[in-house]
């Protein structure tokens, strides 16, 4: 068994390596210059868009939930524990540089995010119960030009998601919430797992719309709850500010390693800083990944392109916003590079957590394991549904996705009780995995990306007057 989980650990590590990286925000930059940069030139009005009234109604178009709605389930599913331990362990592992990495990739995931799910808009139907079904395996089957191709890649990639679901979706998170709540408060693993099951079995049962509804309060209000909370610990640390934020550039585009002083134990370098902040802002984010497409295919909207603008801002939240909350809290506290009592660097939800304590005491300590907890149990909902329709689509029909609903509630408990690297592990794959016929799609399709945005950007135009 340990052999088994060092070789699948070994694929983990090069699944996710520099070429699956390059691969992510290559394609990032490439579609992002294909596009004419209006990713960016449009985010002021994306934003906008997003903060609506009129995102939170169904008036406009066809759907199953509000624009809003479909953002913030896409949401649940992406701000998660890598926002709070992710984070964490990019500055101890690549220095406090690689939160400017994390920037850079985001910038360019925009642009992936927007083309993944515009498109999952435009290729999505209607199944058998009236309900829109969508996401890249509908846009590969039926957008793709030579169909073996596109039903290979489509296929792949729903088996990927179902897999990935289980796990980074499920058993992680839910490992997350019961592990820190015994940490914090010395609640047992499995009242934590009885506790968290049964309220995912209550939301998920009554399918997309009671999650969307839940996904549409808990979302807001979790974000701001811990952007609130760190921004208050900024401002108490504010002394530190100027040399936290100037480390952060000198560690991010630093020819030399730097070493000592506000770092600790720990020596940064460009490259090392490289690797890690895109590594976890990719993992955070998921722009390119395809699984908020899945999501975004139930809007109710009247243009692909609309909507794909609203689901964009899901990376700008969730990197640009939330992840350099956590950054700038530990860049701040003077953490970093702190060791334990037995010698060891301190990282992960650990660094966070002292973070916040340089400031609030234990006060501290509780709002970010309230926020792991409310982050993760998000992310179960959100992937749930990714995994679903992925199921649906696998097995032609919707008829299963009542017993997949069940399944998928039960192994949350397995994965709040038990420690299974392997099944981890082999979900990180299949995560990673899930990128490469997404990626392959939006290449093939980059050209028609392009002209839907430039054809919108004539209505866009036309509103504004």
Known sequence: MDKLNEIVKLVDDFVWG??????????????????????????????????????????????????????????????????????????????????VWMWISAAFGLTSKFSECMLAIKYREKNEKGEMSGGPMYTMRKAIKWKP?????????????????????????????????????????????????????????GGIKTISKVSSVVVPFMAIFYVVGGLVVIALNYKNIPSGIALIFQCAFSVKAVSGGVLGTITASMLNGMRYGVARGVFSNEAGMGSAAITAAAATTDHPVRQGYIN???????????????????????????VDASGKLVTGSALTISAFRTALGPVGGWLVTVSIALFAFSTILGWEYHGEKAVEYIMGTHKFNMV??????????????????????????????????????????????????????????????
């Open 404 to 465: 997949y609903r069940i399944i998928f509630s039960l192994v949350i408990y397995v994965g709040a009780t038990a420690t299974l690297d392997l099944v981890w592990n082999l979900s990180d794959i299949a995560n990673a995995l899930m990128a490469v016929p997404n990626l392959i799609c939006m290449l093939l399709l980059s050209g028609e990306i392009a002209k839907d945005m430039k054809d919108f950007q004539v209505i866009l135009k036309e509103e504004k007057k």
């Open 312 to 338: 964009m801002t899901g990376t700008f939240w969730d990197t640009i916003v939330v992840c350099t909350i956590t950054g700038l809290t530990i860049a701040s506290s003077g953490v970093l590079g702190s």
């Open 149 to 205: 191709l596109g039903a290979v890649l489509g296929w792949l990639f729903a088996l990927f998601a179902v897999v990935a679901s289980f796990g980074i979706g499920n058993m992680t998170q839910a490992n997350s919430i019961s592990s820190s709540m015994k940490e914090t408060w010395s609640v047992p693993t499995w009242v934590t797992g009885a506790v968290i099951t049964v309220l995912a079995l209550v939301i998920i049962v």
């Open 18 to 99: 520099p070429v699956m990286l390059v691969l992510l925000v290559g394609t990032g930059i490439f579609l992002t210059v294909r596009t004419g940069f209006l990713p960016w030139r449009n985010l002021p009005y994306a934003i906008k868009s997003t903060l609506s009234k009129e995102a939170r109604k169904k008036g406009r178009g066809e759907g199953d939930v509000s624009p809003f709605s479909a953002l913030t389930t896409a949401l649940a599913a992406t701000i998660g524990t890598g926002n709070i331990v992710g984070v964490a362990t990019a500055m101890v592992s690549g220095g406090p540089g690689a939160l």
